[in-house]
């Protein structure tokens, strides 16, 4: 059929359309489609763990902080279930585009250890960006039941003659505190018997009613009870656990020199995404953690704010799973 359009306006469209694949060829696209910097929408933070826990407390403080700097508000969305596995492994799947992000907790570290799962490897599955906070930990004893015990000494001695033997407890099986006070026995030379609860809350309640004598515990949820006076901390795991236990001693200064046993967690994102984002997130979170107001809300939940930037991150990370799966592969520790 003959075309009712004159040949020069088909030569002025095939020109334009020559004109508009050479620019694209180019990469000169027009203005209005060109990509907008990160983030130019609402950012999600994903945290592995219930409400209100030590985790989820820092990534709220962390993600009001981020939202003001970024100028896009930064979201929680908790994906709790054994022990951080269930959340992280879904968010290792997430898009690697800077909107989904992840505040990771140590119990996390070991979940595919202790659940035998191997959902994820904590070393290759994810981009640290930077450590948030340290959570430090503490050996805890009913004053009532061991009145004596008042250090780490008195409690190792008093362990080594109790008859029958001394039980301890912690958050849980394969928790920090279980595998810290396992390799504190076999430094130490005695023992005690393990006794497992569901979560600290549990454990510290049947600490103070006695049923109990002795916790590992995370200081955070311990904290007001050593202060109401009901329990005593005879240890901290670490010098700067001091921050929030002025006057009593860490475990290496009470004759276990370079035991440290602090847990931690820190934001990471998934595999692939823009190291620009990553290096974006890093600059804004060094800021945000060296904000008094901020550090004084982490010290209020019983946390530590910690900087360490992605490569330290990533080293701590490698070093913590291979010294605490080796202990929980040694002893035999399971959570299945």
Known sequence: MQSNFPRTS???????????????AAGLLP????????PDKLVKMVVAFPPGGPTDTAARL????????????????????????IGTASFIKSAPDGY???????????????FKNNLYDVRKDFLPVATVYDLPMAIIVNPRVLPDVKDLP??????????????????????????????????????????????????????IGGQIPVMFADVVAALPHIQAGK??????????????????????????????ADTWGGLVAPLGTPQAVVDRLNKELKVVLADPALQQKMLAAGAIARYQDSAAMKARLAGDFARWSKIANDKGISAQ
């Open 10 to 24: 088909r030569m002025s469209r095939r020109t334009a359309l020559a004109a508009c694949c050479a620019s694209l």
């Open 31 to 38: 203005p209005a489609q060109a990509a907008g910097p990160w």
């Open 62 to 85: 962390v993600a009001q902080s981020l939202s003001e700097r970024l100028g896009q508000n930064v979201i929680i969305e908790n994906r709790a279930g054994a022990s951080g596995s």
């Open 100 to 114: 989904t992000l992840s505040m990771f907790g140590m119990p996390a570290l070991l979940a595919p250890v202790l």
């Open 154 to 207: 008195g409690l190792i001695a008093h362990a080594k003659k109790a008859q029958p033997s001394l039980n301890y407890t912690s958050s849980g099986t394969g928790s920090f505190g279980h595998l810290s006070m396992e390799q504190l026995k076999d430094l130490g030379g005695f023992d005690m018997q393990h006794v497992a609860y569901r979560g600290s809350a549990p454990a510290v309640t049947d600490l």
């Open 231 to 260: 329990l005593r901390a005879i240890a901290v795991s670490s010098n700067q656990a001091k921050q929030l236990l002025p006057g009593v001693k860490s475990v290496a200064e009470q004759g276990f020199p370079g035991f440290d």
